[in-house]
């Protein structure tokens, strides 16, 4: 069974500074991970995926995440915090099996950027 | 590329009513997924469609619930007999097969709220 731990459900930063989500994944064979962000009262937007190509992966507005299977970690970063960037974001985890859309999503961690 | 639609967005039933959702995924993906999102908590997977064969359904898709997509095209998630724990975001996603390395991406809707009173 594949598992996603997100640490921390609330960060706050300050505009401008360092945006660092942590993701903690659990999978018998190398996955598919995923980081997705969702703004109130509405759906999900992928920001990035690893899909066993290149171990530090960059995505839409700014962000990038790092795979390392000896930390089975998968955390998110963006080097300067924007306004637009509060949000909630969200780490998955999926097998590389046909059903690989079976994702298995983390609790989220709500991102507040301050003035 | 519309997107995938989901209607109604908003959903005030009473308990014991039946409730339908229907999703529209993006036009040329064969692949369609319902989740459930609760208050302060992931999406967690529900079913899955490839065309208009349902391959998968997870244990939390009680009997009260079915999903269909009858034409392989549009999807709809009824709930019968609803109970205030139904009370969530449904959310529908849809894809092409092709594994995510080929470029292949989930897209998902902007969901359903229900509330049950």
């Known amino acids: 069974a594949q598992s996603v731990t997100q640490l921390g459900s609330h960060v706050s930063v300050s505009e401008g500074a360092l945006v660092l989500l942590r993701c903690n994944y659990s999978?018998?064979?190398?996955?598919?991970l995923f980081w997705y962000v969702q703004y109130p009262n509405q759906g999900l937007q992928l920001l990035l995926k690893?899909?066993?190509?290149?171990?530090l992966v960059k995505g839409i507005n700014g962000f990038e995440a790092e795979f390392k299977k000896s930390e089975t970690s998968f955390h998110l970063t963006k080097p300067s915090a924007h306004m637009s960037d509060a949000a909630e974001y969200f780490c998955?985890?999926?097998?590389?099996?046909?059903?690989?859309?079976?994702?298995?999503f983390g609790a989220g961690t709500q991102v507040v950027v301050t003035p | 590329d519309t997107g995938v639609s989901q209607n109604p967005r908003h959903k005030i039933t009473k308990r014991g009513q039946n409730v339908t959702f229907r999703c529209d995924p993006i036009?040329?993906?064969?692949?369609l997924y319902w989740y459930r999102q609760t208050l302060g908590q992931g999406p967690e997977f529900l079913t899955y469609?490839?065309?208009?064969?349902?391959?998968?359904k997870s244990r939390l898709l009680s009997d009260r619930f079915s999903a269909e997509r009858p034409k392989g095209s549009f999807s709809t998630l009824e709930i019968q007999r609803t109970e205030q724990g139904d009370s969530a975001m449904y959310l529908c996603?849809?894809?092409?097969?092709?594994?995510?390395?080929?470029?292949?991406?989930?897209?998902f809707g902007e969901g359903s709220w229900l509330t049950v009173v």
């Open positions: 690893y899909t066993s190509a290149a171990t």
């Open positions: 996603a849809s894809s092409l097969t092709g594994q995510p390395w080929s470029g292949n991406t989930i897209y």
């Open positions: 998955a985890v999926t097998s590389t099996t046909d059903s690989w859309g079976k994702l298995q």
């Open positions: 999978s018998s064979v190398p996955p598919y």
């Open positions: 036009s040329e993906h064969n692949r």
């Open positions: 469609f490839q065309n208009e064969a349902q391959l998968e």
